[in-house]
């Protein structure tokens, strides 16, 4: 597991890579209805900035964006940035 902060917007997201290939990304100040779809696609976002990834078959989970990696064979955190 790898855990990573990213900006997106001026929004700060924690991504957490797990070892199986799935990414669960978090923004601690949503709660409840505020989840839309401009914030899913920054969550996006910063799990590309953070892991060089792009985020498939993702969905939402109490606010939290959960989906799995798919990396090019020369992705590296931090490509996004």
Same mark, same amino acid.
């Given at each position: 597991?790898?855990?990573?902060?990213?900006?997106?917007? =001026?929004?700060?997201?924690?991504?957490?890579?797990?070892?199986? =290939?799935?990414?669960?990304?978090? %923004? =601690?100040?949503?709660? +409840?209805?505020?989840?839309?779809?401009?914030?899913?696609?920054?969550?996006?976002?910063?799990?590309?900035?953070?892991?060089?990834?792009?985020?498939?078959? %993702?969905?939402?989970?109490?606010?939290?964006?959960? =989906?799995?990696?798919?990396?090019?064979?020369?992705?590296?955190? +931090? %490509? +996004?940035?």
């Amino acid at each position: 597991m790898e855990r990573y902060k990213a900006v997106v917007e =001026g929004q700060t997201f924690k991504v957490i890579r797990y070892d199986n =290939g799935t990414v669960k990304i978090v %923004d =601690g100040g949503v709660f +409840g209805p505020n989840y839309s779809y401009n914030l899913r696609n920054r969550m996006r976002q910063a799990a590309k900035q953070a892991t060089g990834c792009e985020v498939t078959d %993702d969905f939402d989970q109490d606010g939290k964006l959960i =989906g799995k990696l798919v990396c090019s064979p020369d992705a590296q955190p +931090g %490509d +996004g940035e």
